[in-house]
Structures are given as structure tokens and as C-alpha cells.
């Protein structure tokens, strides 16, 4: 049974030299995929920090991100909450 044993051995081995060799690869792989998701990232955030509209409502500034939105005379709207879009389209 000793020689089982060293064939479960050796393939095991293989199996994670294959490994290392596969993450060296992926790895060497990574860096491009990195480099070009980056300026996505910061891309998004410069838009996030850069873009801030004020809430007609009640004149907090929100992210245009994140904030309620609605076209209103060719202007697009900016509301902190669905309150404001509430009370905007009640008096408009
Ligand atoms: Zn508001």
C-alpha cells in the first residue's frame, strides 16, 4: 500500500506546483486588470467629491450620486429624500 501513498503524494504535489504556477499567472494577469479598473475607481470618486446639486426643497447639497432625481423644465432636479420629491411635485 506504501506506493499508493506516493502516488497520492506525488499528485498532490502536482497538483500544488500546478497551483503556485496558476497563481504566478493570474498574478501576472492581475496588475493589467488592476491598472485599468483604477481610474474607474477614481474616475467614480472624482465624480462623487465633484458633483454636488442643491435640494430645492430644503436646500441641503446632496450627491448627485445618490440623490433623488427629476427632470424639471430641462433642468434635472436633485432632492435629499422622497419627502422633497414629494412636497417639489406638490407645489410645482
Ligand atoms: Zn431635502
Not at 5 to 19: D, N, T, Y
Not at 42 to 56: I, L, W, Y
Request: with cysteine.
Amino acid at each position: 500500500m506504501k506506493w499508493l501513498i506516493q502516488i497520492l503524494f506525488l499528485v498532490s504535489l502536482f497538483m500544488f506546483v500546478r497551483g503556485i504556477l496558476r497563481t504566478l499567472f493570474a498574478s501576472k494577469k492581475a496588475p493589467s486588470n488592476f491598472k485599468s479598473s483604477n481610474p474607474f475607481y477614481s474616475e467614480q470618486s472624482k465624480v462623487k467629491q465633484g458633483k454636488m446639486e442643491k435640494d430645492p426643497v430644503c436646500g441641503t447639497y446632496v450627491d448627485v450620486d445618490t440623490a433623488l432625481q427629476k427632470s424639471f423644465s430641462g433642468k434635472t432636479l436633485y432632492f435629499c429624500s422622497s419627502d422633497c420629491l414629494e412636497k417639489f411635485k406638490a407645489s410645482h
